[in-house]
């Protein structure tokens, strides 16, 4: 509930006690429970809360009239979340928005304990979904289900563009396949994949010969189809590898075995490798990723379709920051001016022998956008040393490529620190 503006002394007082903030009437009310006490009569008697606190919140009357309100607003128990006096939290609460929302909501605790937790409720920030005292939308979500989602995931008015929408997507039924608080499934999954998909989608003759006779629950579904929306009408990505999109499954794939999955014709690498020979050489040769035999180009790739161009599992951004943090290290990092641009403007994502992948050496690479800078800058080279790892001076020597604590992306404060580094009177 919205408090009267409080009193909120900074820091601590003359004394060194801790600051808090004051209801402007809990003064008043000190004073006379002191007198009372002092004069030995009876305590104060109990206090209607709800004609007390609209003396001052008139506003809540009109909260009060919509179609859900939080029950203790109902009771008139407002001391059930707020302190009338004092308290160390914003609008007098007496805990923290997890603490005290899980004294009657118990699934709460639950919620933090599972593996892939929301972060608003690991924050504490369900003030951010929900209203505390009154909605007009059910479970006290400030806006619609849907509404609510796109506010941290704009993916979601995007789905809802294309040419055929998942039904879910389409009714803002997002909480039937997601567990919105936390899950132990990845993606906040109710279920795993082939249990929520199985649910609607029941196995017909129709279902059998699509699949070619391969059984679906050997499989992840969003490997081929869009759980939210796509431009094909069985919600399959939109860019589909030629020979899945044929029907030509022998090309990588063994015949299926009773309906157990159609294993591949060998490791991973090799089978791409029938296609995709110079890339495979490629990764085989610099170790790219990680890469063995059996799911090199899985890490990156979908095999069969991806709403992505090269068949990428996801957008080049999302995918390459799940291994590759670009701030790491930074402890108030300036902002990134290549965060707009593709990993593989600079990269050689399959391998390279130049330094961090680069597609040449680094001073080509960086001269593509700061021509200038190439012209006038420090000398850099082959046969310029850097005195600090006897390797040859390049941009990266001075410069991050990601990100950084120092303008210009430095490794250092350019005013001095940088250039005694190397630079020293010896």
């Not at 009338?84 to 605790?109: F, G, I, Y």
């Not at 599972?114 to 006290?140: Q, T």
């Not at 069969?304 to 790491?328: G, I, R, Y």
Request: aromatic content about 4%; proline content about 6%; hydrophobic content about 30%.
């Amino acid at each position: 509930m919205k408090s009267q503006k409080a009193q909120k002394p900074t820091g601590q007082n003359r004394f060194g006690a801790i600051s808090f903030i004051l209801h402007p009437s809990s003064l008043i009310l000190g004073a006379l429970l002191a007198a009372a006490v002092a004069w030995g009569q009876s305590p104060m008697p109990p206090v209607n809360q709800k004609k007390a606190c609209l003396q001052c919140h008139s506003d809540m009357e009109a909260t009060m009239a919509l179609p859900h309100v939080h029950n203790p607003l109902v009771q008139g128990k407002c001391s059930a979340c707020h302190n009338p006096h004092a308290s160390k939290h914003m609008k007098l609460l007496d805990e923290n928005q997890v603490t005290l929302c899980a004294k009657c909501h118990n699934d709460v605790s639950a919620w933090v304990t599972k593996a892939d937790k929301h972060p608003p409720v690991v924050e504490g920030k369900c003030v951010s979904c929900h209203d505390p005292h009154g909605s007009k939308n059910d479970k006290l979500l400030k806006k619609s289900v849907e509404e609510t989602c796109a506010t941290c995931h704009p993916a979601v008015n995007e789905w809802r563009k294309r040419a055929h929408v998942h039904s879910p997507v389409r009714n803002g039924q997002c909480v039937r396949c997601h567990a919105v608080h936390g899950s132990d499934v990845d993606g906040l999954l109710v279920a795993d994949q082939k249990t929520i998909c199985l649910g609607c989608h029941s196995e017909t003759p129709a279902f059998d010969a699509a699949h070619k006779g391969f059984d679906p629950k050997t499989a992840k579904c969003s490997a081929c189809h869009d759980p939210h929306s796509s431009g094909t009408e069985t919600l399959l990505m939109e860019n589909v590898h030629p020979p899945f999109k044929d029907g030509s499954c022998d090309v990588c794939h063994k015949p299926s075995k009773n309906g157990q999955g159609y294993p591949l014709k060998g490791a991973t690498l090799t089978v791409c490798a029938t296609c995709h020979e110079k890339n495979a050489e490629t990764v085989q040769k610099y170790s790219a990723h990680g890469s063995n035999q059996n799911a090199s180009c899985e890490l990156c790739h979908n095999a069969h379709a991806s709403h992505e161009s090269n068949l990428l599992a996801a957008s080049q951004k999302t995918l390459c920051v799940k291994c590759h943090d670009p701030a790491k290290g930074a402890t108030n990092a300036v902002k990134n001016p290549h965060a707009d641009i593709a990993c593989t403007s600079c990269h050689a994502a399959h391998g390279s022998d130049k330094p961090f992948y680069f597609k040449d050496e680094p001073a080509q690479v960086c001269g593509q956008c700061h021509s200038h800078e190439h012209h006038v800058t420090h000398p850099m080279g082959a046969n310029v040393k850097d005195p600090r790892s006897g390797g040859s001076l390049s941009c990266t020597s001075c410069h991050k490529l990601h990100g950084g604590e120092f303008s210009k992306l430095l490794v250092a404060n350019g005013d001095r620190d940088l250039c005694v580094r190397c630079h020293t009177n010896k």
